[in-house]
Every structure is written in C-alpha cells, then in structure tokens.
C-alpha cells in the first residue's frame, strides 16, 4: 500500500453545521481548529424527547449568526480574512441543512470565496486528522445518533462501508433506553452517567445478530429494554438497568468493530460520531486494541458529538484538492458517503 499524503488548504476556512441539533461554526487553517464554537439545541427538544425538525430549523436561523460572529472573534479574525467557505449539505433535516448551506452561500457570494457542501459523515470519519497522524488505510466506527457504520477508509474521499447497521442507531438505542429509563434527553450521556456503579450484568439483554457479522441491530434491544420496564415497574433498579443497556450497546460496537480491523488488515482503528463520546466504549475499544496491537484513535469528546470543526478539517483537505461547488449546491436528506474508488 503505497503512503498517503495529506495535503491542507494553508488558508483560513469557515465551516457550517446545522445537520440535526448543533449550530455550529468554526474556524480551521491547515488542519489547525481555530475555534470550533457549538450552540446546542438540546434544551428546546427536551421537551418532546426527540428532535423537531420544523423546530429545529427555526432555532438554526436564530442562532447561526451570532455563532459565526463568536467563531470569528475566538479565532481573532475578521471576515476579511477567511478564504474559504463549507457546510454540512448531506445528509440531514432539510430545513435544518438549509439554514448553514445558505449561510454559506451569502457570505461566499458576497466575499466572492469559493464554497463546499461537505457529507456529514466524512467529517465524523476525517475528525481524528485535526490532532494525529492516522496511518491509513484504516477502519472507522462511525456511531452517532443516525448512523452506525464500519467503513474502510482507505484515504481521504476512498471509502469502504464494511457493516451497518439493519434497524436502529447505537445513538437511537441509547436514547430510547435513557426515555423508558426517565432519564431525559439527549439520553448518551444520561445513561453513562446513571450506569456509574451500576451492575452490567443484572438484566441480561438481547446482543442483535449472532455470528461473524459486520452488521448490528439494535431494535431488539430496544423491544426488550421496554418489557424490562413494563415487567419490573417501579421496582427496576435504574443504575443497573443503565449498565446493562450500556454493556449490551458497547460489548458489540466494540467486538465487531476490533473483529472488522483484524480482518480488514487495518493500521489503525478510529472512533467518531457523539457516541464515540461514551467513555464505557473508548475504554473497551482501547483495551481491545492494546491486546490485539492495534492503534486505536478518537477525538477528544468535543469533537466526537456535531461540530462544525470536523466539517472544516475535511473541507480542508477537499479545497487543497481544488475542489468547489456552484451556488446551486443542494441540501440532501439521505446520501451515501462520497467516494472516488
Ligand atoms: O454525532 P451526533 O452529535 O449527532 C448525529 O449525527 O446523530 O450524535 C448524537 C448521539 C445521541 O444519540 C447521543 O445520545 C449520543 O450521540 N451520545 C452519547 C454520549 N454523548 C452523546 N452516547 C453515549 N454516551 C455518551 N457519552
Ligand atoms: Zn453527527
């Protein structure tokens, strides 16, 4: 396998993220994050358990320019000084999406800088380049809120999908665990959090398909975690029900995931998406990882959950390229990862 070079865009880039419930703006040089400032919506959907899409898009709108202006001021620069303009334009709520495309395409039109729609998921994937040296090729377990894929990254924009998963999204199943639970949302870091000094192995849980796969399921889980609930009521021991519902999410992420870069004769293997988060889950795949001689990286937690940081790191590398996108750049419900195989 012959070495891949990396090459930055040496300029000032401005990257937007609005794909679900972040709005965020950061400011990357190099792949250098000059500030990555995130402004979560968490409180306003706290109410109904779950994102709003039409709720979501307003609160993009109120919060996307003051985000900018703090990304600027934190990075100590001025408009004038960027040279480049990204935003998240796949996949993700439509009218959330729109909210950082259009920004971008204001303030590229008027700067006259060039503008580039990133995937959502290739800067989850690319996220771990803003501080290491990741050795490629590499595998990635990209799990988040929508998504829970092992991808072969074979280079930046050269992407393999080695397993998925077949119903839910890790992130779903710790939401809709932490709901059942009474713990709130966004359920994540509720459940990691109540599941400190719980007992994993209480309440045995259901581990989605057997066998030598590369593909997960997490809607047994969920079923299961609901007849727990039902069946124990007010007796359910809420800690050890967390550690259990954490055990059973985290034992399979990580074993496929270290079973995966074994047989996929990986450098290294990556962790990204919000919940890479999960210190339960960094701790296993790290543990796994010594035993096997695997390097294992992921980002610091900030950089795990929606940023718009990760969006400029791979908008760096794609500008260096010289890539560009017109002013009719689209914004785009589902679509796959781009990849140039
Ligand atoms: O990447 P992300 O911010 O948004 C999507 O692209 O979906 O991921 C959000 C997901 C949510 O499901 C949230 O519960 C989960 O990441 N999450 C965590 C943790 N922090 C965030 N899951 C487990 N443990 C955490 N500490
Ligand atoms: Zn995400």
Not at 55 to 66: D, K, T
Not at 133 to 156: N, Q
Not at 164 to 188: C, I, M, S, V
């Amino acid at each position: 396998m012959e070495s891949v070079t990396l090459d930055f865009f040496a300029e000032p880039i401005l990257a937007l993220e609005s794909s679900c419930d972040e709005t965020s703006a950061a400011v990357i040089r190099g792949r250098e994050i000059r500030s990555n400032i995130v402004s979560s919506q968490a409180e306003l959907h706290r109410q109904w358990g779950g994102v709003v899409p039409e709720a979501a898009a307003r609160a993009h709108v109120e919060a996307i320019l003051p985000v900018i202006d703090r990304a600027l001021e934190t990075a100590s620069m001025k408009l004038t000084d960027i040279r480049a303009i990204a935003a998240t334009n796949r996949p993700g709520l439509v009218g959330a999406l729109s909210v950082g495309v259009t920004a971008a395409k204001a303030l590229a039109f008027a700067r006259r800088l060039p503008l580039l729609g990133v995937h959502h998921l290739e800067g989850h994937i690319l996220s771990t380049l803003a501080k290491s040296d990741v050795p490629f090729p590499h595998t990635c377990l990209v799990v988040s809120g929508g998504h829970t894929e092992l991808v072969r990254v074979i280079a930046p924009a050269h992407y393999e999908i080695v397993g998925q998963t077949l119903d839910d999204a890790a992130g779903e199943a710790f939401d809709k665990g932490a709901r059942l639970l009474g713990l709130g949302y966004p359920g994540g870091f509720a459940i990691q959090e109540a599941a400190k000094g719980g007992d994993p192995s209480r309440y045995p849980l259901p581990r989605g398909l057997s066998g030598e796969t590369a593909n997960f399921s997490f809607s047994g889980l969920k079923t299961a975690m609901l007849r727990l609930v039902e069946s124990e009521g007010d007796a359910i021991d809420v800690r050890d029900a967390a550690a259990s519902l954490q055990e059973a999410i985290v034992s399979v992420l990580a074993d496929r995931a270290v079973a995966a870069a074994i047989r996929e004769e990986s450098r290294a293997l990556t962790l990204v998406g919000g919940v890479a988060a999960n210190l339960a889950l960094r701790a296993r795949i790290l543990r796994l990882c010594e035993r096997e001689d695997i390097a294992f990286f992921t980002p610091d937690p900030n950089l795990c959950t929606d940023n718009a940081a990760m969006i400029g790191i791979a908008a760096s590398l794609r500008f260096a390229r010289g890539e560009r996108d017109d002013f009719d750049l689209d914004v785009v419900a589902n679509a796959p990862l781009p990849c140039m195989l």
